[in-house]
């Protein structure tokens, strides 16, 4: 069965610095992988997808990703934070007809 | 587009009661999903549906009943509330049952006392 893991359940950051969510995945072929965003009391935003295209990812509010098979991640990055990141991150696998979501990351920023 | 809207958006129910969370998506899409939010457990997928009449069960479908009898719609039925079923549900639709981006309702927070 697919899976992701995401270890890090609370990241803190200082605005202006660099962002990294960690995401690493198990799957038996080449997965379609995304990174989702939820702010509080709000749904969940698709911030990019890979899908077997480029590695490297781009995707809304600066946000992109890299596909490693080698090392079987999908790790999350912004260069610079912002207050309005402030959110709960989740990487999520598609397979077998189905997504299944890793734990999430529940970033803080400080300003 | 009103996209995927999920009534009602707080609820609370007394163990034993039953009641429907509404789901509706006006995008046309085939594949139509519900999950629960609990706290460090990301998403878990209930029940979902690739089309009208097909339904099948996810990670944790026990105390719950989906059906679809249109596109549009798929109701979540809590049959006899539990504490446990304490938490947050969002529903969520996909054009097709592949690899494509999904949609999510805005939730609804259930408390079961």
């Known amino acids: 069965a697919q899976s992701v893991t995401q270890l890090d359940s609370h990241v803190s950051v200082s605005e202006g610095t660099p962002v990294l969510l960690r995401c690493n995945y198990s799957s038996s072929y080449s997965p379609s992988l995304f990174w989702y965003v939820q702010h509080p009391n709000k749904g969940l935003q698709l911030l990019l997808k890979?899908?077997?295209?480029?590695?490297l990812v781009k995707g809304i509010n600066g946000f992109e990703a890299e596909f490693k098979k080698s090392e079987t991640s999908f790790h999350l990055t912004k260069p610079s934070a912002h207050m309005s990141d402030a959110a709960e991150y989740f990487c999520v696998i598609y397979g077998n007809n189905r997504l299944a979501f890793g734990k999430g990351n529940q970033v803080v920023v400080i300003p | 587009n009103a996209g995927v809207t999920q009534t009602p958006k707080f609820q609370v129910l007394k163990t034993g009661q039953s009641m429907t969370l509404q789901c509706a998506q006006d995008m046309n899409h085939e594949y139509m999903s519900w999950y629960r939010q609990d706290p460090g457990m990301g998403l878990r997928l209930i029940h979902y549906s690739v089309g009208a009449g097909i339904t099948d069960q996810g990670e944790v479908p026990n105390g719950y009943n989906v059906s679809r009898s249109t596109t549009e719609d798929f109701p979540l039925r809590l049959l006899s509330a539990a504490p446990s079923q304490t938490s947050v549900y969002f529903c969520?639709?996909?054009?097709?049952?592949?690899?494509?981006?999904?949609?999510f309702g805005q939730g609804t927070r259930l408390t079961v006392v």
């Open positions: 890979y899908t077997s295209a480029a590695t």
């Open positions: 969520a639709s996909r054009r097709d049952s592949m690899n494509t981006e999904a949609f």
